[in-house]
């Protein structure tokens, strides 16, 4: 927030608890989440939503951002390429993510 931020990024698994304690942080503090979330293979594709259980109902209920990345996807651009394109993108639509 001192850095002018009014957004944030993490990483995990689907069902990550830091990713969960950061949306609902960020919710406390007025900002926006936005949640770069792991999920085998064979589970997402276009059709498959990762459903409302756990932390992914929490992660919603606070109005957390969930972009789905497959566990390949993850291997093959690591997590640190995957958390800048993000935050590239935001920045073009003329967020401030930290």
């Given at each position: 927030i001192?850095?002018?931020?009014?957004s944030v990024i993490t990483i995990g698994?689907?069902?990550s608890n830091h990713c969960r304690a950061t949306a609902?942080?960020?919710a406390k503090l007025g900002l926006e989440s936005y949640?770069?979330?792991r999920q085998a293979d064979d589970k997402l594709n276009d059709s498959v939503d990762?459903?409302?259980c756990g932390n992914l109902l929490i992660n919603r209920l606070v109005g957390a951002n969930l972009r789905m990345v497959s566990k390949s996807?993850?291997?093959?651009?690591?997590?640190?390429?995957?958390?800048?394109t993000l935050a590239d993108q935001l920045?073009?639509?003329?967020?401030?993510?930290y």
């Open positions: 001192k850095q002018g931020a009014d698994g689907v069902q609902c942080a960020a949640l770069i979330l990762p459903g409302l996807e993850y291997v093959k651009n690591g997590q640190f390429k995957l958390v800048s920045t073009e639509q003329g967020k401030k993510p």
